[in-house]
């Protein structure tokens, strides 16, 4: 399918630990975002990567993309309870003036305190 | 720092009514989008808008769906008739040109009863 997969579904945590969650695709992509939701609200994004870039950082975020294999990681290090939420990938592929993301199903990150 | 911006935040309505979902994208952004999210499930996209026209449409985006930009800084989305399944969370959501970053806005609720 041409959505992300994010692996794992839920994951729990206990606070100061790293949280990694995966997501693989099947299409090609010009970039991928991470976006973050909490629970019933908007979707605050995290970074981009491009297809050229192999890993990037934004504060406690770290995020790896692999294009060979079509799976990219984000990494959140020394994690905390203010981080309990749904982290989606979301594709985006060159369309000229569309350019759409096409969303995973997410990952439920619960970081215990 | 600059944000998307929905109103209303929630909105009921009756099955069969009409409804008008209201953005304002950051403003110098050119590239415009509407998703959903019925509860549970993952954000689809539905349309994008550039140069006050459709670029792109989703299958969801059937003939009961509609956007404008009336002025220079609101962005709509109008229902004509609501169904049950036209419940959801409705996302808008502006584009960086510059960054390929899509900014997303916190949301409206639509139910319909």
């Known amino acids: 399918s041409q959505q992300g997969e994010e692996d794992p579904q839920a994951l729990s945590i206990q606070e100061g630990e790293n949280a990694t969650m995966n997501c693989s695709y099947k299409?090609?992509?010009?970039?991928l975002q991470w976006y973050r939701q909490n629970s019933g609200r908007g979707l605050v994004h995290l970074i981009l990567?491009?297809?050229?870039?192999r890993e990037k950082h934004s504060g406690r975020l770290r995020v790896t993309l692999d294009t060979s294999k079509k799976s990219s990681s984000l990494l959140i290090t020394a994690s905390r309870a203010a981080d309990t939420a749904s982290y989606f990938c979301a594709l985006g592929r060159y369309g000229g003036a569309t350019n759409k993301l096409i969303f995973g199903t997410g990952t439920l990150l619960a970081v215990q305190p | 720092e600059p944000e998307v911006t929905q109103t209303p935040s929630h909105q009921v309505t009756q099955m069969g009514q009409e409804v008008i979902l209201r953005c304002v994208p950051i403003?110098?952004?050119?590239?415009f989008y509407w998703y959903r999210q019925i509860l549970g499930q993952k954000v689809e996209f539905l349309v994008s808008?550039?140069?006050?026209?459709?670029?792109?449409k989703s299958e969801i985006f059937d003939d009961q769906f509609s956007v404008e930009r009336p002025d220079g800084s609101n962005f709509t989305l109008k229902i004509r008739s609501t169904k049950l399944e036209d419940s959801a969370m409705y996302f808008c959501a502006s584009r960086d040109y510059t960054t390929d970053t899509q900014y997303f806005g916190p949301g409206t609720r639509l139910t319909v009863l």
């Open positions: 403003s110098n952004h050119l590239y």
């Open positions: 299409t090609s992509i010009n970039n």
């Open positions: 990567i491009r297809s050229n870039e």
């Open positions: 808008f550039y140069n006050n026209e459709i670029s792109e």
